[in-house]
């Protein structure tokens, strides 16, 4: 179990990066961490990993409390693993030289053969004796990540890991990889903007909105009964309606939340919008359309002209 208890943290006097932050993680569980931009989750990855102290609470893995650099000649927890968004690889070796850089010497056959298992999981390995810095940045980044797990750390930190990657190998590459940590019974916290990462490849969602955490929940509970705005927003494109804009809810003063999937056209629905701009997304549109000045986002089967009005209602709501 990683316990986060009340941890507060500033990099500089009087501007809190993160407050009063506390969940705790089976061990085993792959946890997306999500949150606009710049709201602490890097942070949060160091703090947990021990690479800064904290100004108030407490982080445990299993029963050892993880300590900042106050505390330890060499920063960062033995048994966890952090991968920043910087790689941190050596460019002047191999990328076989660079991930077998964590492994142990003493057993050569061994070595090889887990440097060829974790270049395989990466698909990189016809890059085995390639210099890394002839490598492009998605390249990089499937090399930094089989270093991160070579040597098999019961925590895993994730700082956006697959931002470089093309969508074609990131599929796979996701696959594979948390296939394998699910196998090792590998704890992972990915720290991401990727809604795929966010639902389909973690059991556990924390939300971080400026330095709190403001949901946490499984990503499907998270996606299908959004606390706010904010929290639905992070799955993609969300609009917030007058609920008595639709039938049977006329008298309903509150707000609802719609994913443009649940918007379907109907002519006959009195919530009427006039189309502004179209996207095609392969399977669908992605129409954005105006109410009263409000922006509304449906999808449709079929593209609109822009200018156009159309009725909406919602068809499939949680
Ligand atoms: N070394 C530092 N010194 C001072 N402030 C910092 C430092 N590192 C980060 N910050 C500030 O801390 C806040 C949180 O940054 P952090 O990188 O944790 O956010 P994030 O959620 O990971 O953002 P992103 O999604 O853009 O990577 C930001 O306001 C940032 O400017």
Request: glycine share 6%.
């Amino acid at each position: 179990m990683l316990k986060v208890q009340n941890v507060s943290f500033s990099y500089l006097k009087n501007t809190p990066i993160l407050k009063h932050v506390s969940f705790e993680i089976p061990k085993g569980t792959h946890v997306s961490l999500i949150g606009e931009s710049g709201c602490g989750k890097s942070t949060l990855l160091k703090l947990i990993y021990g690479l800064h102290d904290l100004n108030a609470g407490e982080i445990f893995w299993k029963d050892s409390q993880v300590l900042g650099p106050a505390y330890n000649l060499v920063p960062g927890h033995d048994r966890m693993k952090y991968l920043a968004q910087d790689f941190g690889l050596m460019p002047y070796i191999t990328v076989a030289e660079n991930i077998g850089s964590y492994l142990s010497n003493f057993f050569p056959e061994e070595k090889t053969a887990r440097t060829a298992e974790l270049l395989a999981m990466v698909e990189m390995s016809a890059f085995a004796n390639v210099k890394a810095k002839l490598l492009s940045g998605g390249q990089l980044q499937r090399v930094a990540l089989a270093k991160a797990i070579a040597r098999e750390p019961e925590v895993l930190l994730l700082d956006e890991p697959f931002s470089q990657i093309d969508n074609f190998r990131k599929n796979t590459l996701r696959r594979n990889l948390f296939a394998y940590l699910k196998k090792k019974n590998i704890t992972c916290i990915v720290a991401t903007h990727d809604r795929t990462d966010a639902l389909s490849f973690a059991n556990m969602t924390l939300v971080l909105k400026q330095g709190q955490l403001v949901a946490q929940g499984t990503p499907k509970d998270l996606y299908k009964h959004p606390t706010n705005k904010y929290v639905a927003s992070l799955f993609g494109e969300v609009n917030e309606l007058p609920a008595s804009a639709f039938p049977n809810m006329e008298t309903t003063q509150e707000t609802i939340l719609v994913y443009p999937h649940q918007l379907k056209v109907d002519e006959t629905s009195d919530f009427k919008v006039t189309v502004q701009q179209s996207y095609f997304k392969g399977s669908h549109y992605l129409i954005s359309a105006k109410h009263k000045g409000t922006e509304v986002f449906f999808e449709s089967l079929v593209d609109f002209e822009i200018g156009v009005m159309v009725g909406l209602k919602v068809f499939q709501i949680n």
